[in-house]
């Protein structure tokens, strides 16, 4: 239990993507099964647990510490698993544990109790455990880490640990359940690549890579079909054996959150696809915003009013499997044939194709990329026409042909200070643009970026901050932002949310500060109107319901 | 005598009329006795200062040859008249030359803990009880939360991590008097050989550690070009805590932040300073040390100042002791 508390330790307070995946593959290494596999479980969530009231353990404290004392202590730390844990007292006499309890067999022992006799297991096992282990104890049995890390992620600890691609563990994930003895004996090298039972639900997809500046020169514009972008999120949805399941792109099971779509797909196979919300082109109906879509993800369940408000469809990209056929190795062309025939048969509000664009030069297709027809349309999808479907990034058969982003100049309103290597510089920054308010001109926050400028840069921006901080709050400073005193940026950006988060009412999406403008006042900067106009406000009747803007 | 009289809070600091003098006055006074070294107990300025021969080098050190007009040495254990009362300097077990004040007149002893510690620590002499009517005791971490774990595992952290991430370098905030040179005098312990690069800010301390015969092995100022920066890669470097933010941390390669403090046991509190690696070491008694203390001097009445006051007073009435909050102003927990 203690490499597992001192990891979770360990990951709460390290901020660096790869550090957090060395931790986690240390662990992996290190820890032994099945206490690992308990942990995998825990941090990918595939854990089931019966879980335990927050009053329940407010009554086992409540048995040894004063009422008092206790709400000045919950007060003081603010989490009650971390009070918890901090506060407990051994019975005095009682038996303290020699040794460390296994994660497994505290898991085993979870497993075991019944409802009636939860509640002195848990004492007992706060009892035995260490101050970190009992608030990963705490952790595990209130359901929920939090602790920044994705399946994404640890899968890709997992991939390290065994030096094996990370679409090999996607494929096998859903196929596995804890504590994954088998995956972790063949990380280890001991034995063979476990075998699955029935066909793999979710194969590893096929990812493009951007077009670089001299890409496009030397390939012939006949060996490609192009199609649009669509902005939504890439999904798998599979059929098989009596399976159904919708996958993200990195093979989280996000099924439960879409019920119209999984009862709509009633014909066998495993499509690729984009998931979007509003209607489909057989419907002739309007594909809807990102920020619509966005009400429907990260939900397990979803109401009955989100599935009318919000229906989602899937626009086929591809087919891996045709009925139980794997036809992956079939070229692009005979696939999307096969896709056509089977969407034609599928329910209309639910599916259509993702139409191809024709052109014959690559110029232009660049003047399409441009001015797309539809404003949830990010780009151009270049794909050969005789490529297999194979798992990964790899360049040449897939390249995706994003539409330039839109740049606004905004002003600095707040920085705080990075971490790692960026730990003394103020390189997170908040910025707004002009807006009215009251009848007077203020920023409103539109973004934040911590990347986009060099290091040369940083330097220049971190001393205006340094200098011109008009406020403190903890980590954060207000910096001084006027109409003719302020620092101006040029952001880029590849669209817009709207969010009732966000006092100006929207939040750009994956921005960036492409320009230092020193040459501009803040006066100068754009407004929230200017930002709104670019987007052209696409389903501007929808954004008006939900944003009063 | 009645206590309250023979000791009460001034806007300037814990004041004994009888005797005319200030125990670790904030403001500047014409007699100051004082318990330890840290910049908040102990400020420049006063006219006569009595404290241990460690407490005044410290201050010499810190301020300079005048931060008094006369100083004189007190020795541990021994009884210094002051007028009609009598004062004497008890180890407190906090930093070098850190003393507890015992004030008696009349028959009636009150001891002014100052800060304190009851854990083993390298670097100063143990915490030693003595009895008396009231007990004025800190409450830095006087919440049933705070229980420091024990010092050996959280170096180990420090080990580990050093094992991992060789190509980092390691830096640790610790406070410049006492927690910079138990840290260093911990991983001395664990077996840690490596030169251990200081601040600037250290250094003058660090001699002074040495120079009372407190062996702090291979020190090494952390002031190298950039070109070099490469050379602090896996290696434990010690600041003052704000040296973090400042652009002296820029030298070094891609640094693991690391603070040693008790408040590193609150997750949140080392999260949102940015902290990696929390090395959860202190100065003051955790919650069990202040109320086991408080158990074995048991005095007729104990006193509570800076810190979590209001826990600890509730601690005492549920144990039957009569205690009351001091509210003592100008000392700063935030340092430890």
């Not at chain 1, 709400?71 to 009650?80: A, E, N």
């Not at chain 2, 980092?168 to 911990?186: E, N, S």
Request: hydrophobic share 40%; proline share 6%.
């Amino acid at each position: 239990m203690r490499a597992f508390a001192e990891l979770l330790d360990r990951l709460v307070l390290t901020p660096q993507r790869n550090a957090k995946i060395k931790l986690m593959a240390d662990y992996f290494r290190n820890a032994p099964d099945p206490d690992r596999g308990y942990a995998l479980a825990a941090i990918a969530g595939t854990l089931t647990l019966k879980t335990v009231k927050p009053n329940v353990l407010r009554q086992l404290v409540l048995e040894r510490l004063d009422e008092v004392l206790f709400r000045y202590s919950y007060d003081y730390i603010g989490d009650l698993a971390e009070t918890i844990s901090l506060v407990w007292e051994r019975q005095a006499g009682g038996e303290t544990a020699q040794q460390d309890l296994s994660l497994g067999a505290v898991m085993h022992q979870l497993e075991m109790a019944g409802r009636a006799n939860v509640h002195g297991l848990v004492r007992s096992l706060l009892d035995q455990l260490e101050g970190s282990s009992r608030f990963a104890l705490l952790k595990l049995i209130t359901g929920g880490l939090r602790i920044g890390v994705s399946a994404r992620l640890v899968k890709q600890a997992l991939a390290d640990m065994g030096n094996v691609d990370i679409t090999e563990i996607e494929t096998l994930w859903h196929g596995l359940s804890p504590p994954y003895t088998a995956l972790f004996r063949w990380l280890d090298g001991k034995s063979d690549k476990p075998q699955l039972d029935m066909p793999a639900v979710f194969h590893a997809v096929m990812l493009a890579t951007p077009v670089a500046d001299n890409d496009l020169a030397t390939l012939d514009p006949k060996a490609f079909a192009a199609e649009w972008k669509w902005d939504g999120i890439r999904v798998q949805l599979a059929n098989l054996a009596g399976t159904r399941r919708l996958y993200s792109r990195s093979g989280d099971d996000i099924s439960g959150a879409f019920p119209d779509i999984l009862e709509a797909a009633d014909f066998e196979g495993i499509i690729d696809g984009e998931l979007l919300v509003g209607g489909t082109m057989r419907t002739n109906r309007a594909t809807r915003t990102f920020s619509d879509l966005q009400q429907r993800l990260n939900r397990k369940t979803v109401t009955r009013r989100m599935l009318e408000e919000y229906p989602a469809f899937i626009r086929g990209y591809d087919l891996l499997f045709c009925g139980r056929r794997d036809i992956r190795q079939e070229s692009f062309l005979t696939r999307r044939a096969e896709l056509s025939a089977l969407i034609d048969k599928a329910a209309p509000s639910r599916f259509d194709l993702s139409p191809l664009v024709p052109f014959s030069s690559w110029e232009e297709l660049d003047r399409l990329r441009a001015d797309p027809p539809d404003p949830v349309i990010e780009g151009i999808m270049l794909k050969r026409l005789d490529s297999p479907y194979t798992a990964g990034r790899s360049k040449g058969p897939w390249f995706k042909w994003k539409r330039e982003p839109y740049n606004v100049d905004a002003v600095l309103m707040y920085a705080q200070r990075g971490h790692g290597k960026r730990s003394s510089y103020y390189s997170d920054f908040t910025f707004g643009v002009w807006t009215q308010s009251d009848g007077k001109d203020v920023l409103v926050p539109v973004g934040k970026a911590y990347f986009g400028f060099t290091d040369a840069e940083l330097e220049v921006l971190d001393r205006y901050v340094r200098n011109n901080t008009v406020e403190r709050f903890g980590p954060v400073r207000a910096i001084r932002a006027e109409p003719d005193h302020g620092f101006v940026v040029e952001v880029a950006f590849e669209g817009i949310n709207f969010s009732t988060r966000h006092k100006s009412g929207v939040a750009m999406r994956f921005p960036r500060i492409s320009r230092l403008r020193t040459d501009k006042l803040p006066r100068d900067a754009d407004r929230l109107e200017t930002l709104l106009a670019m987007i052209g406000q696409p389903g501007a009747d929808m954004v008006e319901i939900r944003e009063p803007i | 005598m009645k206590p309250e009289t023979l000791l009460y809070p001034t806007p300037k600091g814990l004041y004994c009329e009888k005797g005319g003098f200030y125990i670790d006055p904030v403001q500047p006074v014409e007699k100051a006795l004082i318990t330890h070294g840290h910049a908040d107990h102990a400020r420049a300025g006063h006219t006569h200062v009595l404290a241990t021969q460690e407490t005044l080098d410290i201050m010499r050190i810190r301020y300079g040859d005048a931060f008094c007009v006369s100083s004189q040495a007190a020795v541990l254990g021994a009884r210094t008249g002051i007028g009609d009362i009598t004062a004497s300097f008890h180890p407190a077990g906090h930093v070098l030359g850190s003393a507890q004040i015992a004030v008696e007149a009349n028959g009636t002893r009150i001891v002014v803990s100052g800060d304190y510690k009851r854990r083993r620590d390298p670097t100063c002499a143990a915490f030693e009880p003595v009895p008396c009517d009231v007990f004025i005791t800190e409450a830095t971490f006087g919440l049933p939360v705070f229980h420091h774990p024990d010092d050996r595992g959280e170096v180990a952290k420090l080990l580990t991590s050093l094992r991992q991430f060789p190509e980092r370098a390691h830096i640790i905030g610790a406070y410049a008097l006492g927690k910079a040179q138990r840290i260093i005098a911990l991983l001395r312990e664990a077996g840690y050989d490596q030169p251990i690069y200081i601040h600037g800010a250290l250094a003058r301390l660090c001699d002074y550690y040495e120079e009372r015969g407190i062996g702090l092995g291979d020190i090494r100022p952390a002031t190298q070009d950039v070109q070099d920066r490469q050379s602090f890669a896996g290696a434990v470097v010690i600041g003052p805590p704000a040296a973090f933010a400042d652009k002296w941390a820029r030298r070094f390669p891609d640094p693991v932040a690391i603070f040693a403090s008790g408040w590193m046991l609150v997750r949140q509190r080392a999260k949102q300073r940015g902290v990696e690696l929390p090395m959860i070491i202190s100065d003051h008694c955790d919650w069990t040390e202040l109320t086991e203390t408080i158990r074995e001097i048991n005095p007729a009445q104990v006193w509570v100042t800076h810190g979590r006051e209001e826990a600890l007073v509730r601690w005492c009435e549920l144990e039957g002791i009569a205690a009351r909050p001091l509210h003592l102003v100008g000392y700063d927990d935030e340092g430890e």
